[in-house]
């Protein structure tokens, strides 16, 4: 099944929130954001902006009627500063008139007397001022104290990590329009319509009831509209309960790539330690986040570095601590993978710097340590079910490692100014959110008298295409025809309480909750046909949209049953809830099993490095993945396309950089550069895993959406190969990201 928005994309009809029709009288917000990183409020001058002539009010902390406090986790960022700032482009003001052109006019006319603090922009500095957003957190196995006599090989090390801007097409919005008795609808560009609506009630005072949250779909989110759609979202409520009058917020992509937080960065220290045999034994780090001015969702990504610091492989001595460092940069936020690839590059980093020094290839360490059923992960997970034995076999049948290597080799040795490199980059990524609360969902399911269906859930459409997966499940759960079936927007008053579409998790959770709601209607329609037909019920399927007796087709087609229904006063609308089972974890000792299953794959990248320019191409990228049994490999395959993508993005290119007051400088398309076509690799490759898949999973098919974000760390290890094939001098340093400037630095690099 084709996803059913693409026909609608590509002719500009898909309503996105700014594609809303305008109710008469929508007023326009602009935000007026601090003009530096770190400072003390002493006067805000709006006299001049006011005196504009179609300027409504400009609103600040002082209109707030109920708690000025947007924090998710921690109570710990006002929605707008009261005295101090704590990042350039903090929201003070919200400023809201009859036009955009009015409110942006009205913004450079404020006038704010501002006493300037120092920042603190790096995590070095954050650390050694103990600037935290929380105290540091350890995972612990075996024991890391004794462990490293036993090691025949000790290495330490650092490796660095840059951030990564979202840069989903649609940037932050929304809307709101007031209702009776001071409700309002809110049309917001949200991965969590429930968290909105939460924070937004909060802040006006309000039970959560009086705000209704609807969302079509997104252009995009990545993760940047997990926790930071909210602020945008509370501020046009708050304009709307303050005016009673609609107000719509759009941010250009200059004020939301300067006021919205991006992936962490990250900077590690590690050391590793290694057997006589090569086996992995002891392996310790630290790894400093990154993580602004405010807490945000910065400790669940600190929980989700922590469980992939050993990625693919068994290590039996392990400490692990993240310091979520607080710096006076936007808050940064979640991001495909949510502190998994940070923690990722780093094991991978310390066993290239391993495989280096003893010099052996990458790859070999990389098989010996492999994980297999039975170990344990460092937080207490028993792994079971693991596929990278047969993920690496496949991948050795279909694309042959010698070959592979060894036509890099043979090129290597034919060319001067052309050096490849190749790397192998393999996952295991974690299923289910990892705060156990949050892994539910719920659907409600209407099938109408003439036998069409209507399906709400709490998933975001945000073109992942989980909408078109939604449809696909009920489909074949009651086995009627696509064309019958609608999605409907993503609303708190049909489906309440959501977690947000997030952690790779959206079409399990819901989809689950689909599946029940759909097995019960199919229930009752079979309980109809028995009845009406006088038979037992076992006798009776619903095949193809017809009602079959022992196999064999009957008279009754899906609409006369659905008719038979509701003229026998059936009810045909279910509301279904769905917990993932299983899963649990106690942080008080960091132990315990957080995720339903693991979706495990492999990348074999080969480069091509320019050796006069400091330029690469990406050749190719070779992929095993384990999709379980897909539902739909076109889909599943596009995300795995678009998650190399764009990890080789945060591996190559993409550069985030802060001046040292704190003032983006990557402020723009032109000056911040992500992967288009021509970047993109000359082919990718993709094997679909032979497995039997796992219930945990809708249908089996388990989560595609972040691990394969993962492999885009093999373009930088690739390119290394490539830069060391060049000059003998280079010493390969784990910083990323690896870009041209870089790369030429290190194909001239004199000596250690
Ligand atoms: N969001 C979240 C996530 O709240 N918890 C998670 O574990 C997670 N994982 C990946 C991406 N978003
Ligand atoms: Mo996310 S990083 O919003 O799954």
Redesign the pocket.
């Known amino acids: 099944m084709k996803n059913i928005d693409s026909k609608n994309h590509v002719r500009g009809k898909s309503i996105f929130v700014d594609d809303i029709p305008i109710v008469q009288g929508t007023l326009f917000g602009v935000v007026y954001g601090s003009p530096i990183a770190h400072g003390k409020i002493n006067n805000l001058n709006l006299i001049e902006a006011n005196k504009l002539e179609g300027v409504i009010q400009i609103l600040t902390h002082k209109d707030i009627p109920g708690v000025n406090q947007i924090g998710a986790i921690i109570l710990d960022e006002q929605l707008l500063a009261e005295s101090e700032v704590h990042f350039m482009g903090q929201p003070i003001a919200f400023i809201v008139a009859i036009s955009e052109k009015i409110a942006r006019k009205a913004r450079e006319l404020i006038d704010i007397d501002i006493e300037e603090l120092d920042p603190i922009i790096s995590v070095s500095e954050a650390k050694e001022k103990s600037q935290f957003i929380m105290p540091p957190r350890t995972f612990k196995l075996g024991d890391i104290e004794n462990c490293w006599k036993d090691c025949s090989y000790v290495y330490e090390g650092k490796a660095i990590t840059g951030g990564q801007e979202h840069l989903y097409l649609e940037t932050q919005g929304s809307y709101a329009i007031p209702q009776e008795n001071d409700s309002i609808k809110l049309f917001s560009s949200t ?1 969590g319509p429930t968290v909105v609506q939460k924070i937004g009630a909060r802040v006006l005072g309000l039970p959560m009831h009086k705000i209704e949250v609807d969302v079509v779909r997104l252009g995009g ?6 926790d930071q759609a909210t602020a945008w979202a509370v501020l046009t409520l708050l304009a709307v309960h303050k005016l009673q009058k609609p107000v719509k917020l759009i941010l250009s992509r200059h004020d939301d790539m300067h006021m919205t937080g991006k992936r962490h960065p990250y900077e590690t220290t590690y050391k590793i330690g290694l057997s006589k045999d090569l086996k992995i034994i002891a392996f310790e780090a630290d790894y400093l986040q990154n993580a602004g001015a405010a807490a945000d969702l910065s400790p669940a990504i600190t929980e989700r570095t922590l469980f992939h610091a050993t990625n693919s492989y068994f290590i039996p001595n392990v400490k692990a601590t993240v310091y979520s460092c607080k710096t006076n940069l936007p808050p940064n936020t ?5 502190g998994a690839p940070q923690g990722i590059f780093v094991i991978e980093s310390a066993i290239k710097h391993a495989a280096n020094e003893i010099g052996i290839p990458a790859r070999e360490l990389q098989e010996i340590n492999l994980l297999q059923d039975g170990d344990e992960f460092t937080y207490g997970q028993i792994a079971q079910k693991v596929e990278l034995k047969n993920i690496w076999e496949t991948a050795q049948n279909n694309f042959s490692f010698y070959k592979v290597e060894k036509a890099v080799c043979d090129f290597n040795d034919s060319n001067e100014q052309f050096k490849k490199g190749v790397s192998f980059a393999p996952v295991t990524f974690g299923i289910s959110f990892t705060n156990t609360m949050m892994n539910h969902a719920r659907a409600l399911v209407h099938i109408y008298q003439d036998g069409s269906i209507g399906i709400s859930t709490g998933a975001v459409e945000m073109g992942q295409s989980v909408n078109t997966k939604m449809i696909q499940v009920a489909s074949k759960v009651l086995s009627v025809n696509t064309n019958r079936i609608k999605i409907e927007s993503t609303n708190t008053t049909r489906v309440a309480n959501t977690s ?6 959206t079409a399990d959770l819901n989809g689950k909750a689909v599946q029940l709601a759909c097995e019960a209607l199919l229930q009752r329609l079979i309980s109809t046909a028995a009845k009406k037909l006088d038979v037992e019920e076992n006798r009776i399927e619903l095949v193809d949209e017809v009602i079959t007796v022992d196999g064999k087709s009957s008279s009754i087609t899906w609409e006369q049953i659905v008719l038979e229904a509701f003229i026998n006063r059936i009810s045909l609308t279910e509301n279904s809830h769905y917990g993932t089972p299983v899963i649990k974890f106690d942080k008080t000792i960091e132990k315990g099993h957080p995720f339903s299953y693991y979706v495990y794959g492999l990348a074999i990248t080969t480069v091509t490095v320019d050796c006069l320019r400091g330029t690469h191409e990406i050749d190719s990228v070779k992929i095993v993945h384990d999709f379980g049994k897909s539902i739909n490999q076109e889909i599943d395959n596009g995300q795995v396309e678009g998650a190399v993508v764009q990890g080789i993005g945060w591996m190559t290119m993409e550069e985030i950089v802060y001046d040292e007051s704190g003032r983006l400088k990557s402020n723009a398309l032109s000056n911040y550069k992500i992967p288009d076509i021509y970047s993109a690799p000359g082919s990718i490759e993709i094997i679909p895993l032979k497995t039997d898949g796992d219930e945990n999973a809708i249908l089996k098919s388990k989560a595609v ?2 691990p394969p974000f993962i492999y885009g760390i093999g373009a930088f290890f690739a390119i290394q190969e490539a830069i060391s094939a060049f000059n003998s001098n280079y010493t390969q340093d784990f910083t990323a990201p690896m870009t041209p400037e870089k790369v030429l630095l290190g194909l001239y690099q004199k000596s250690n």
């Open positions: 991965q989110a990545f993760g940047g509209k997990e979640a991001f495909r993978g949510f947000p579409s997030a952690a790779s998790s959406g972040e």
